[in-house]
């Protein structure tokens, strides 16, 4: 296959880097996932502060649970594949329906999902046999099993994102300032709401299959508040956001590789992440220090 050559090839650059832990072929399986990951969330995570929906993140990750359970129990071993992102659009897509039809804010209608989605996947998962193991490796992921499908469908997300955002940004800004006045401006509304809202959840659950439930929110709010901190125009947000975004993931996981570290490679690039956020703030400080 054309994808997986040009994988090959990517391996073969890397493990021209003069690092040692470059040499191992599941180290630059996880790389080359973190450098398309911290790409694409950085950029989502863009979208999901303008919108004021981090909470939208925790939502869909927790319901990687029930799409796993229900998955396993329908099609056995294959069935987290399907099921964790369909379910995830379908919640993803309740979620904006509730919002639009009901006069509740969008932080109510993410919670009553969230509720439902915490207690039906804690539900589910308690009835499987091997209900641990699946807990565990959704609740903290690993990044270092991560496959070459895995990375072909991460390089198709990321492409079909990007695309989406070159056709529907102006008017996804619009929408965030204020959607009468997009409506007013002819903006179809509704579709790039329901779009745009899917392709997010589809990006949180492959962020799970990354890092990990309880990081996957992290790794998508962080680059992005980071950015915002310093940056002075929305372009400088972008590209800040995504320099934040790959630098913490790279550096996560080669320190977490190193055996003098030895630590989870999610929760590295979380916390290499929250530096990055702490060092934009001192910076941000000094800067009106220095003004005023």
């Not at 994988?7 to 191992?24: A, D, G, M, N, R």
């Not at 359970?69 to 509730?98: D, N, Q, R, T, Y």
């Not at 009553?112 to 807990?135: C, D, E, Q, R, Y």
């Amino acid at each position: 296959m054309f994808g997986t050559g040009l994988i090959e090839k990517i391996y073969s650059l890397f493990s021209c880097i003069p690092l040692e832990v470059l040499q191992y072929s599941f180290i630059q399986s996880a790389l080359l996932a973190v450098l398309i990951a911290a790409l694409l969330t950085a950029v989502a995570g863009i979208q999901i502060i303008n919108y004021r929906m981090a909470f939208f993140a925790d939502t869909i990750a927790h319901s990687a649970f029930a799409g796993a359970a229900l998955g396993i129990f329908l099609l056995g071993s294959a069935g987290p594949m399907w099921f964790m992102p369909l379910l995830a659009m379908l919640i993803a897509l309740g979620v904006m329906k509730l919002k639009r039809s009901s006069n509740l804010s969008g932080d109510s209608a993410i919670g009553v999902f969230f509720a439902i989605t915490a207690a039906g996947g804690l539900l589910m998962v308690s009835k499987l046999p091997n209900a641990a193991l699946l807990a565990q490796n959704f609740l903290f992921g690993d990044i270092l099993t991560i496959s070459a499908r895995d990375i072909l469908m991460l390089i198709l997300l990321a492409a079909a994102y990007i695309v989406f955002l070159f056709f529907a940004n102006n008017a996804l800004q619009i929408m965030a300032i204020d959607e009468n006045l997009a409506r007013a401006h002819r903006v179809p509304t509704c579709f790039y709401s329901y779009l745009h809202i899917a392709l997010l959840a589809l990006i949180v659950i492959f962020s799970v299959r990354t890092i990990g439930v309880l990081l996957a929110g992290a790794m998508l709010i962080v680059p992005a508040a980071a950015a915002r901190s310093i940056a002075r125009s929305a372009k400088a947000v972008f590209y800040y956001a995504i320099v934040f975004g790959t630098i913490s993931g790279v550096s996560g996981l080669l320190i977490s590789a190193q055996e003098w570290a030895n630590t989870a490679a999610g929760a590295t690039i979380v916390i290499v992440n929250c530096i990055l956020f702490l060092i934009c703030q001192l910076i941000r400080s000094l800067q009106k220090a220095l003004i005023q």
